[in-house]
């Protein structure tokens, strides 16, 4: 086999095993791999694994049946840019500061799914939230934000002016970057080929190549509507049915966590209304988009692709008020999906707000970055 395509196996494989914390068995690797990328022989993805292994970007934990596979932690400077060994894509190890509040979370959910209490919806996590009272962002955070977010459209009374002249730099970098986040292993440059020049990457699966060109319809119709578009009940099942035209019913999963959705519709149907209530009723823009990113992934209206409309809807509060998008770019996936299984097994948000925060400052530099760029040439 190619050593091209060993290395876009090995990829795929590590970004699934970041996915889960608590480590995950050959045989679920076996099949997500199946699913996602077509089928693979499992003496085949044994050697992809021990590959990995030997890098160092993996360790192995159990033995026989028990064994289980897990990203290994390499402590890192804070926003400091890696190169991995052998990683010809330039793979990214970033390490994200994370508060006190957020190590103890961090701490409890990299425990084995065996040590972790299995827990369903909790209705009083989005009942105690009051709009106006309850503040998931402390008032230094908004501040900072709000600060660093201006930019020259900022305060213009007609939404999305921002977001209409960045977008086609959200159409690529934010389309790569959510879909990285759900285990795409397209590169930024394949992705960009693809967007702009209707170019699917060599060797990608034809769900991946799927992916991309979703979120970007997704992002383009946010962008372009901004100004009369709010986070309502028609916009986020818009964006649903952009980013899984699929609408067959399918049992609602979430690997590598212990928590378990609601699965009576009619309840799901009236939470998803009191969300919307509270939502619209959030005046801070930064405090409305991440809210929507923390309850909307725990509330699983949707069958799938909950996390990426979390993801898309943050920035309708962002496009509506002109400031920088959130772009995701460089987020890691592993310390992203501890921030999610924060909220979903814990109830606790401070873990994935330390993420939105870092992952905001890192959009608003990128952006600042591409602007310069541009100007330049």
Same mark, same amino acid.
């Given at each position: 086999?190619?050593?091209? /395509?060993?290395?876009?196996?090995? &990829?795929? %494989?590590?970004?699934? #095993? $970041?996915?889960?914390? +608590?480590? *995950?068995? @050959?045989?679920?690797?076996?099949?997500?791999?199946?699913?996602?990328?077509?089928?693979?022989?499992?003496?085949?993805?044994?050697?992809?694994?021990?590959?990995?292994?030997?890098?160092?970007?993996?360790a192995a934990e159990g033995r026989n049946v028990a064994r289980?596979?897990?990203?290994?932690?390499?402590?890192?400077?804070?926003?400091?840019?890696?190169?991995?060994? /052998?990683?010809?894509?330039?793979? &990214?190890? %970033?390490?994200?500061? #994370? $508060?006190?509040?957020? +190590?103890? *979370?961090? @701490?409890?959910?990299?425990?084995?799914?065996?040590?972790?209490?299995?827990?369903?919806?909790?209705?009083?996590?989005?009942?105690?939230?009051?709009?106006?009272?309850?503040?998931?962002?402390?008032?230094?955070?908004?501040?900072?934000?709000?600060?660093?977010?201006?930019?020259?459209?900022?305060?213009?009374?007609?939404?999305?002016?921002?977001?209409?002249?960045?977008?086609?730099?959200?159409?690529?970098?934010?389309?790569?970057?959510?879909?990285?986040?759900?285990?795409?292993?397209?590169?930024?440059?394949?992705?960009?080929?693809?967007?702009?020049?209707?170019?699917?990457?060599?060797?990608?699966?034809?769900?991946?190549?799927?992916?991309?060109?979703?979120?970007?319809?997704?992002?383009?119709?946010?962008?372009?509507?901004?100004?009369?578009?709010?986070?309502?009940?028609?916009?986020?099942?818009?964006?649903?049915?952009?980013?899984?035209?699929?609408?067959?019913?399918?049992?609602?999963?979430?690997?590598?966590?212990?928590?378990?959705?609601?699965?009576?519709?009619?309840?799901?149907?009236?939470?998803?209304?009191?969300?919307?209530?509270?939502?619209?009723?959030?005046?801070?823009?930064?405090?409305?988009?991440?809210?929507?990113?923390?309850?909307?992934?725990?509330?699983?209206?949707?069958?799938?692709?909950?996390?990426?409309?979390?993801?898309?809807?943050?920035?309708?509060?962002?496009?509506?008020?002109?400031?920088?998008?959130?772009?995701?770019?460089?987020?890691?996936?592993?310390?992203?999906?501890?921030?999610?299984?924060?909220?979903?097994?814990?109830?606790?948000?401070?873990?994935?707000?330390?993420?939105?925060?870092?992952?905001?400052?890192?959009?608003?530099?990128?952006?600042?970055?591409?602007?310069?760029?541009?100007?330049?040439?």
């Amino acid at each position: 086999m190619k050593q091209m /395509e060993i290395s876009r196996h090995c &990829e795929f %494989i590590a970004g699934v #095993v $970041s996915e889960h914390p +608590e480590g *995950i068995g @050959i045989a679920g690797l076996h099949q997500t791999f199946t699913a996602r990328c077509g089928n693979i022989n499992r003496r085949t993805l044994q050697r992809r694994l021990e590959r990995l292994a030997r890098n160092g970007r993996i360790a192995a934990e159990g033995r026989n049946v028990a064994r289980v596979y897990k990203t290994r932690t390499i402590a890192r400077p804070p926003a400091r840019r890696v190169e991995e060994p /052998e990683a010809p894509y330039g793979v &990214e190890i %970033i390490h994200v500061p #994370v $508060s006190g509040e957020g +190590e103890k *979370i961090r @701490i409890l959910i990299r425990k084995s799914s065996f040590l972790r209490r299995q827990t369903g919806f909790d209705r009083k996590i989005l009942e105690n939230y009051k709009p106006g009272i309850s503040q998931y962002l402390p008032d230094p955070i908004l501040d900072r934000l709000h600060e660093i977010g201006r930019t020259s459209s900022t305060g213009n009374k007609v939404g999305g002016i921002h977001a209409r002249s960045v977008l086609d730099r959200l159409r690529v970098d934010f389309s790569w970057a959510s879909s990285r986040l759900e285990g795409c292993t397209y590169t930024q440059s394949e992705a960009e080929a693809l967007i702009l020049s209707g170019k699917p990457a060599p060797g990608r699966h034809v769900l991946e190549t799927r992916m991309i060109l979703n979120h970007e319809a997704a992002i383009s119709m946010l962008a372009r509507n901004a100004d009369k578009t709010g986070i309502d009940a028609s916009t986020l099942k818009s964006l649903h049915a952009t980013l899984s035209p699929d609408t067959r019913r399918r049992p609602k999963e979430i690997p590598g966590t212990v928590f378990s959705p609601s699965s009576m519709p009619q309840f799901v149907k009236d939470r998803f209304l009191l969300f919307l209530e509270k939502s619209g009723a959030i005046s801070d823009p930064f405090e409305q988009a991440f809210f929507v990113m923390a309850q909307l992934p725990y509330l699983q209206p949707f069958s799938d692709t909950n996390k990426p409309v979390s993801r898309l809807a943050a920035n309708i509060p962002l496009f509506r008020h002109n400031l920088c998008p959130l772009f995701f770019v460089d987020v890691p996936g592993l310390t992203y999906t501890e921030g999610t299984l924060g909220v979903l097994e814990l109830g606790q948000t401070e873990l994935l707000r330390d993420v939105f925060v870092w992952a905001y400052e890192r959009s608003c530099l990128h952006n600042r970055e591409k602007s310069a760029s541009r100007h330049s040439t």
